[in-house]
């Protein structure tokens, strides 16, 4: 037998591609049943006229037609069987079949080419029988994944190269993985945009579909149709005016003028390097305890602890560059409580556990965060290491109560930066702070213009972790008597001047000799000579 290529990665992954005729399939299923199709749904059906033409092609290369008992034959017909090691072998006869739970069915002689040997086999026999099943082929009979199996094991890979396609063909216009006939949509009139403008900023809120379909004017019996809210869903995406804002599963649209001018951008102080990342097997329990507690979305989700998804609430401990950024991790702990989107960045409103206000929040599922806190650190003058406690809403999954743990105000005496010679430095003062922090990732800004102004620099000659980390860990040891520095106070420190996840400034305290790793997660400098 000749070897199916369908049943390999390789041609899943490397020669598989979308044809013409795949395409005029495609559309003709939409024709015919005149409904929006899933980029699921296409890519499947895609998969199995694949797998079908293949067996076809394999049946054409059989010595003769393949063997069920639903066909009819004829005299010198050549007939294989794939049950019995695929012998092929000639009609000699047909005659009726006789028995009394069945109607009028034939048998047939068949004499093997191997041996001369006949048997009988019986024919017309449009019955239940496994061999007739209308999904039975020689892959299900030589124990090759079906089509379902095939499209389970390379969904991946086929929707990827579907999705590139059906995107890019004149013929198709598709919002959100659903793809529908250009040709078949009903006309948008220009000024209907301006209808669904004014209709969500005299809300001042983003509107579902429907409302939109209404405000509109395009309901069809007094229904929004799914055509109708998909033609519209297209032409909004595809107008700069336009945002939508909804989780996965509901559309929200609203106007791109009321989102923050960031929002379209990773602050500098998240964005991160993804060849920057680091091999976890090389630290010890200890330090992966520690890592487990440092609340970055540049952790491995399998480096950090999981929290079921009906957990009501959770704390965390805020890190300096979600501090700078006015945001928050989306994190194996955050994730349950923001709705995500793989399309859109998703409008949430944060409620104030102190004052009950509410405000805009955005989640950024591609990168893991969620923007738009800025002002309520300010209000509160939270510091880096500050306790956030998230609390779900119990009426809508997009409000979310955010809190912090207050105490009566008092000085302590924190770490503080300062900058010397084009250099950060760092002393100790006393501060009033009036929340529960997490004291060892605690440091003070003196002056963020100046410590933003360092962090450009930073940049400019690309300073390496390796280095930020031998500064730091010099400074920050000048304030202890023992001159040594805790890991997570280090992580801080480094992110000051560049991002770096946890991981990778433990895999470099690690690998590096001259970092020398005292008990409880503290750290010296063992060469200073070399500085």
């Known amino acids: 037998m000749k070897q199916r290529k369908t049943q390999t990665p390789e041609f899943w992954q490397e020669q598989f591609q979308i044809n013409p005729n795949d395409v005029e399939v495609i559309s003709n299923q939409i024709i015919d049943e005149s409904r929006i199709f899933s980029l699921d749904e296409i890519a499947f059906s895609i998969a199995q006229q694949t797998c079908e033409d293949e067996e076809r092609r394999m049946i054409e290369l059989q010595d003769g037609r393949l063997y069920q008992p639903k066909e009819h034959y004829e005299v010198d017909e050549k007939v294989f069987f794939p049950q019995l090691d695929f012998a092929v072998g000639t009609v000699n006869q047909v005659r009726g079949g006789n028995h009394p739970n069945y109607d009028q069915f034939s048998v047939i002689g068949v004499t093997f080419k191997t041996g001369g040997r006949t048997r009988e086999f019986v024919a017309d026999f449009d019955y239940d029988h496994n061999l007739n099943s209308h999904h039975e082929g020689l ?4 124990g090759f994944l079906t089509p379902e199996e095939v499209y389970q094991t390379y969904q991946t890979t086929i929707q990827n190269k579907v999705k590139a396609t059906f995107d890019n063909h004149e ?10 006939l250009k040709d078949l949509l ?14 969500i900023d005299i809300h001042s ?13 395009l309901l069809d019996d007094g229904q929004a149709t799914d055509i109708n809210r998909f033609m519209i869903n297209c032409q909004l995406a595809a107008d700069a005016r336009f945002t939508d804002v909804g989780p996965t599963g509901q559309v929200l649209w609203y106007l791109t003028r009321l989102q923050p001018d960031n929002l379209g951008v990773t602050p500098p102080w998240l964005a991160s390097d993804s060849a920057e990342d680091y091999d976890v097997s090389i630290l010890d329990e200890e330090l992966q305890e520690i890592l487990a507690d440092i609340d970055d979305e540049l952790v491995h989700p399998d480096d950090m602890p999981t929290v079921d998804e009906d957990v009501k609430e959770v704390t965390i401990g805020l890190v300096y560059p979600h501090w700078r950024a006015g945001s928050l991790p989306v994190t194996t702990k955050t994730r349950s409580f923001f709705p995500q989107s793989s399309y859109n960045p998703v409008l949430v409103e944060f409620i104030d556990g102190r004052s009950g206000d509410s405000f805009s929040g955005w989640v950024v599922q591609q990168e893991n965060y969620v923007l738009g806190l800025e002002e309520w650190y300010k209000k509160y003058s939270l ?10 809403s119990t009426d809508d999954p997009t409000k979310i109560v955010i809190d912090y743990q207050p105490v009566r105000s008092q000085r302590d005496w924190v770490r503080q930066t300062t900058i010397s010679n084009n250099k950060l430095r760092f002393k100790m003062n006393t501060g009033a ?14 002056n963020s213009s100046k410590v933003d102004a360092l962090w450009n620099k930073a940049q400019e000659r690309n300073l390496s972790v390796y280095d930020a980390l031998c500064d730091m860990i010099l400074e920050l040891s000048k304030l202890s008597p023992q001159s040594t520095v805790h890991i997570k106070t280090l992580y801080t420190a480094v992110n000051i001047l560049r991002r770096a996840s946890p991981g990778l400034i433990f895999q470099e305290l690690v690998n590096n000799p001259e970092f020398v790793g005292m008990k409880h997660g ?3 400098y063992g060469s200073s000579d070399k500085k």
Do not use: H
């Not at 892959?139 to 030589?142: F, H, K, N, S, V």
């Not at 510091?383 to 779900?392: A, E, H, N």
């Open 522 to 524: 503290y750290w010296s």
């Open 186 to 199: 009903p006309e948008f009139q220009e000024g209907l945009f301006n209808i669904a403008d004014a209709a």
């Open 171 to 180: 013929d198709f216009i598709g919002f959100q993985d659903r793809y529908f």
């Open 383 to 392: 510091p880096v290491g500050t306790f956030i406690t998230l609390k779900k």
């Open 139 to 142: 892959a299900d009979i030589q």
């Open 433 to 446: 702070i009036g929340c529960k922090y997490d004291e060892l990732m605690m440091i003070g800004l003196d």
């Open 205 to 217: 809120k983003p509107l579902t579909i429907d409302t939109l379909v209404a405000e509109i004017g």
